[in-house]
């Protein structure tokens, strides 16, 4: 079946600083992949829908200018989270539909952020 | 999107049948009912997608009554590897992203 995948798998960093996630789709191309947060004993939430050659889509509430992405090639997604604050600690998950039409969803292992 | 409504937590014990209910009153005709597992600390994985009546794989079994409201997850002789949050999704066949995840159900499967 299709994979994506994520690293790293968990990173610890220093809050301040910036954090870089990538999400790969390792056997198909995806014009679109998806970002979501999940905070501990809660559900994934959306952050953000990034297109290959264009700007990223946000949903509100969201900070397009704390969590950068860009999708530069048909398999690779990037999820940067700028001066990263203990708040930003987080499970963070992509996905990416093989297809179109596809009937489900494919997500990768997810990263765990812990700043502090 | 539809909302979808599950019970947050469910128990029960190795092979056991155990069956996951979702309330989705206002799903719209062109919606299709979608079930994810997810394990700690790892993404979702898809298990099953219906529109009505049932449907089959090699995992489990998922019930649409006639009208839509509801859906169950029906997991055959569960083993403790079951134990995961499950949860319930409702949207266009087709959608795989911009998935909007409700609050799930937690399966504990005891020996």
């Known amino acids: 079946g299709a994979v994506v995948s994520q690293h790293p798998s968990r990173v610890i960093c220093k809050s301040g600083t910036s954090v870089k996630i990538e999400c790969r789709s390792l056997?198909?191309?995806?014009?679109?992949m998806f970002w979501y947060r999940q905070f501990p004993k809660q559900s994934l939430m959306l952050m953000a829908t990034?297109?290959?050659?264009?700007?990223?889509?946000?949903e509100q509430g969201v900070e397009k200018d704390k969590f950068l992405i860009n999708h530069a090639s048909l398999t690779l997604s990037t999820l940067t989270v700028t001066s990263a604050h203990p708040e930003d600690s987080s499970f963070y998950i992509c996905?990416?539909?093989?297809?179109?039409?596809?009937?489900?969803?494919?997500f990768g292992q997810g990263t765990r952020l812990t700043v502090v | 999107l539809a909302k979808t409504t599950q019970p947050i937590s469910m128990d029960s014990y190795e092979g056991q049948e155990v069956n996951i209910t979702c309330s989705h009153n206002?799903?719209?005709?062109?919606?299709?009912i979608t079930w994810y597992q997810q394990f700690p600390s790892q993404g979702p994985r898809f298990i099953i997608q219906g529109y009505k009546t049932k449907v089959t794989n090699e995992v489990a079994s998922l019930f649409i009554p006639a009208d839509r409201k509801s859906s169950t997850l029906s997991l055959p002789r569960v083993s403790l590897s079951d134990t995961a949050v499950y949860y319930c999704?409702?949207?266009?066949?087709?959608?795989?992203?911009?998935?909007?995840f409700g609050q799930g159900t937690t399966l504990q499967v005891k020996p």
């Open positions: 996905s990416a539909g093989r297809s179109v039409g596809d009937t489900e969803a494919f």
């Open positions: 990034s297109n290959e050659g264009s700007k990223a889509t946000y």
């Open positions: 999704l409702v949207g266009p066949s087709g959608n795989t992203g911009k998935l909007i």
């Open positions: 206002n799903i719209a005709t062109n919606d299709y």
């Open positions: 056997d198909f191309q995806a014009t679109t």
